[in-house]
């Protein structure tokens, strides 16, 4: 795995524009040749009952996922709770993690803001904290105003400035808001934008961004395990999963199946998730996902409110979800 922290090291020769040029070509470099392919659990932040960030759970989860074969962990993406986390939390989260995850795995971190102006600020935060990668999605408060136009010129300012490789983030069911087909066009062709993590689940959308974007070296990820053999089907190079979270080895053993070519396994194994996968995202989101976590020995505990636990019935049709598919 490349990485893009040498900079940090530099000569004080290096300084001013000669410095901000010698940091992007290296950047660029490393957005040339990381490599993004595999499964990557958007982990989830455990709390105390204070809601303050329970570091120590936190730690044991990623003793656990360490024994899996994930190419790496999302961090700080939608279902680590970002928005409730303060900037300081965010990066310490971050830091966190990089100093327990093994040093072959990729570790991308949700840098993304309502403005381009902290967007650039918190992704060279991210980068200092050991991130490989930076997780962006689309700003969204004003979404009326975020047009093609709008979100070009936000991702190409980020990019420019960001000393490690940029994914781009769809997620229309939390943003209201889909990255447009022809701005994703236009970003991919950017030397420091690496690929594109796709939640809407439009399979016609995911296989015509890889056919459009194949001379780009521009990779894709599913971003949810109930559309993950479909995409892989047109192209995709791997998936950030919810799920992954509670079913990590059963997801990679999927994208084994999907890579090696044995489709009726992997059909089999794909349709046993759609549901467990639905009910810990669209259906009952990240209190269900933290659950269902504890249920498979995970931390995964209380959300930060205004995050409620789930009802007791939401709990019971969860768990109906998961068993009825033979998980439970």
Known sequence: MLCVRAWRGLSPLRTGAHLSAWKQTQSYTAAANLDLSGIYPPIATPFTAEEEVDYKKLEGNL?????????????????????????????????????????????????????????????????????????????????????????????????????????????P???????????????????????????????????LIVHKTKTQDFQVLAGSAGFLMAAYCVGAVGGVCALANVLGPELCELERLCVSGRWEEARVLQQRLIEPNAAVTRKLGVPALKQAMEWFGYHGGACRSPLQALTEAETQQLRRDFSSNGWL
Do not use: W
């Open 173 to 207: 069911a939390n943003t209201g808001l889909e990255l447009p087909l022809d701005a994703v066009l236009q970003l991919s062709q950017h030397p420091n934008i690496l690929g594109l993590k796709d939640s809407g689940g439009d399979i016609t959308r995911i296989g």
């Open 63 to 171: 003793q656990k996922y360490a024994k899996i074969g994930f190419k790496g962990l999302v961090v700080q993406g939608s279902n680590g709770e970002y928005p409730y986390l303060t900037e300081e939390e965010r990066v310490e989260v971050v830091r966190t993690v990089r100093q327990s995850l093994p040093a072959d795995k990729l570790l991308m971190a949700g840098s993304g803001c309502e403005s381009t102006r902290a967007t650039v600020q918190l992704t060279e935060k991210m980068a200092a904290a050991g991130a490989d990668a930076a997780l962006v999605v689309t700003p969204c408060f004003y979404k009326g105003k975020m047009d093609s136009r709008a979100l070009i010129q936000h991702f190409t300012k980020v990019a420019d400035s960001s000393p490690v490789p940029v994914v781009l983030y769809s997620v």
